[in-house]
């Protein structure tokens, strides 16, 4: 007497399953109904005279958060709810509604079976709806203790909606991309799901294969085409059921399993478990932003920043508010310098002067964006400023009367060195406008990790 004890899926990690199967170590995680953890199977040497090859399974960690299976729901079968003696018996199924929707309905004869296709049936459940993304803390010094750690992307915060083959790009302020990145909707169509809500990052790569902003920036200014990914990092909502309170091992190891790996665009977002300043300092040598970490066991927060997910960046940059510019000098023309600040509290506050990364094109566009938004007296409320800075030009009250203001309403996205004593950026740089986040939602964050810190 048998039964289907357990059901679920299984990513096998560390290249192509086959391959792993003759070298004879093979490494998986479990996504069951009742096991859920990572494993190790290994191939024993024989022993001499022995014939059969034995295999030894491993349990490498288990997710803190969950109980273990007890009672009969350990023992049950997971299709029918009926034990083993049950089903010597011919006990009628505790499931047996749910058995009998799951199997196929025979082809009428006569009539042409329809062709297979990727997509299930769907299922009992809500249909896939834009969920405000988690956000992350931004910190200033390694985290300590046990964390699950990804790669910080430099690109675009997207919410993909899945629904009965059906595709919707969404950025986090809830604004369409669908219609600006063809490649990701094409590919998110190759999904074998009824509907799902995917959380990711759309990038663009250089030729060493690392995101940047700047790549996307160019793409919508010229209209190049740089290469873009949408790299998935957490599965919200899977063929009618809500994951929010999912532990995160559970939702990635799903999405995982979900997206595969035959597609170039769309990329599962590979997850580091090892120490935090590690990994760090290897990002800082390859030249990328930094890392996110995130709480084991942890639930997924809707448009909250709880401190669950941690942010850590190795070199200065984030978004600021556009709130003036400067007139042009020499040979450059339309304007010489944008004033930007952030927000605290409902107090837009000036951080400095960003007179570098425009071309010509990049000039003209954003003076257009800027006469539009044109009004008479500065939106900062530290204006002007008590004394000289550090670094660069004080915005005195004579600078000030040479400053055309606009409406607080443009953000960019800036790269800076580090911020001053006096609260200044220092060698800052304009990587390009978002139209992602909302200028009231810009807060300071916290400055970049030192290194050896």
């Given at each position: 007497?048998?039964?289907?004890?357990?059901?679920?899926?299984?990513?096998?990690?560390?290249?192509?399953?086959?391959?792993?199967?003759?070298?004879?170590?093979?490494?998986?995680?479990?996504?069951?109904?009742?096991?859920?953890?990572?494993?190790?199977?290994?191939?024993?040497?024989?022993?001499?005279?022995?014939?059969?090859?034995?295999?030894?399974l491993i349990k490498n960690s288990a997710p803190p958060h969950r109980a273990p299976v007890t009672g009969a729901a350990r023992d049950d079968s997971v299709l029918s709810g009926r034990s083993l003696d049950e089903i010597a018996g011919g006990a009628p199924a505790v499931r047996a509604a749910k058995v009998a929707k799951s199997r196929r309905t025979p082809a009428k004869p006569g009539k042409k079976k329809p062709a297979p296709t990727t997509r299930r049936k769907a299922p009992v459940g809500e249909p896939a709806a834009f969920i405000a993304p988690m956000k992350a803390l931004s910190v200033d010094a390694v985290p300590a203790g046990d964390w699950r750690l990804e790669i910080k992307l430099d690109g675009y915060r997207a919410i993909a909606v899945l629904n009965e083959g059906e595709v919707e790009l969404w950025s986090r302020n809830h604004k369409s991309l669908t219609a600006?990145?063809?490649?990701?909707?094409?590919?998110?169509?190759?999904?074998?799901?009824?509907?799902?809500?995917?959380?990711?990052?759309?990038?663009?790569?250089?030729?060493?294969?690392?995101?940047?902003?700047?790549?996307?920036?160019?793409?919508?200014?010229?209209?190049?085409?740089?290469?873009?990914?949408?790299?998935?990092?957490?599965?919200?909502?899977?063929?009618?059921?809500?994951?929010?309170?999912?532990?995160?091992?559970?939702?990635?190891?799903?999405?995982?399993?979900?997206?595969?790996?035959?597609?170039?665009?769309?990329?599962?977002?590979?997850?580091?478990?090892?120490?935090?300043?590690?990994?760090?300092?290897?990002?800082?040598?390859?030249?990328?932003?930094?890392?996110?970490?995130?709480?084991?066991?942890?639930?997924?927060?809707?448009?909250?920043?709880?401190?669950?997910?941690?942010?850590?960046?190795?070199?200065?940059?984030?978004?600021?508010?556009?709130?003036?510019?400067?007139?042009?000098?020499?040979?450059?023309?339309?304007?010489?310098?944008?004033?930007?600040?952030?927000?605290?509290?409902?107090?837009?506050?000036?951080?400095?002067?960003?007179?570098?990364?425009?071309?010509?094109?990049?000039?003209?566009?954003?003076?257009?964006?800027?006469?539009?938004?044109?009004?008479?007296?500065?939106?900062?409320?530290?204006?002007?400023?008590?004394?000289?800075?550090?670094?660069?030009?004080?915005?005195?009250?004579?600078?000030?009367?040479?400053?055309?203001?606009?409406?607080?309403?443009?953000?960019?996205?800036?790269?800076?060195?580090?911020?001053?004593?006096?609260?200044?950026?220092?060698?800052?740089?304009?990587?390009?406008?978002?139209?992602?986040?909302?200028?009231?939602?810009?807060?300071?964050?916290?400055?970049?990790?030192?290194?050896?810190?």
């Amino acid at each position: 007497t048998v039964m289907l004890w357990d059901r679920g899926n299984y990513p096998v990690s560390g290249g192509a399953p086959e391959e792993a199967y003759r070298r004879g170590k093979i490494h998986l995680a479990l996504a069951g109904e009742k096991l859920v953890g990572e494993w190790t199977l290994v191939r024993m040497r024989p022993r001499p005279g022995e014939k059969n090859t034995n295999w030894l399974l491993i349990k490498n960690s288990a997710p803190p958060h969950r109980a273990p299976v007890t009672g009969a729901a350990r023992d049950d079968s997971v299709l029918s709810g009926r034990s083993l003696d049950e089903i010597a018996g011919g006990a009628p199924a505790v499931r047996a509604a749910k058995v009998a929707k799951s199997r196929r309905t025979p082809a009428k004869p006569g009539k042409k079976k329809p062709a297979p296709t990727t997509r299930r049936k769907a299922p009992v459940g809500e249909p896939a709806a834009f969920i405000a993304p988690m956000k992350a803390l931004s910190v200033d010094a390694v985290p300590a203790g046990d964390w699950r750690l990804e790669i910080k992307l430099d690109g675009y915060r997207a919410i993909a909606v899945l629904n009965e083959g059906e595709v919707e790009l969404w950025s986090r302020n809830h604004k369409s991309l669908t219609a600006d990145y063809p490649e990701v909707v094409e590919a998110l169509r190759e999904v074998p799901c009824t509907n799902a809500v995917i959380d990711g990052e759309i990038v663009a790569l250089d030729d060493e294969g690392r995101s940047r902003f700047q790549l996307l920036q160019q793409r919508a200014a010229s209209g190049a085409r740089p290469r873009i990914v949408y790299y998935v990092f957490d599965l919200l909502h899977h063929d009618g059921r809500s994951l929010l309170a999912t532990p995160i091992e559970e939702r990635q190891i799903a999405l995982e399993v979900l997206v595969g790996k035959k597609s170039p665009v769309v990329r599962f977002s590979p997850v580091f478990e090892t120490d935090p300043a590690t990994l760090l300092a290897s990002v800082r040598e390859k030249g990328l932003e930094g890392i996110i970490a995130k709480q084991p066991g942890s639930r997924y927060e809707s448009d909250r920043r709880s401190g669950a997910w941690l942010k850590c960046k190795v070199q200065g940059e984030q978004e600021f508010v556009i709130g003036g510019f400067t007139p042009p000098r020499n040979s450059r023309t339309h304007f010489g310098a944008i004033l930007v600040g952030y927000c605290d509290g409902k107090k837009l506050i000036y951080a400095g002067k960003v007179g570098s990364g425009f071309d010509r094109r990049l000039l003209e566009a954003l003076h257009r964006e800027f006469k539009q938004r044109e009004i008479a007296s500065p939106p900062f409320a530290n204006l002007p400023l008590p004394r000289k800075p550090r670094f660069g030009l004080g915005m005195t009250a004579s600078a000030m009367k040479k400053v055309t203001w606009v409406k607080p309403e443009l953000v960019a996205q800036i790269r800076f060195a580090e911020w001053t004593e006096e609260g200044m950026l220092r060698q800052p740089v304009f990587l390009g406008l978002r139209e992602d986040k909302a200028a009231k939602d810009v807060r300071r964050e916290a400055a970049p990790v030192k290194r050896g810190k």
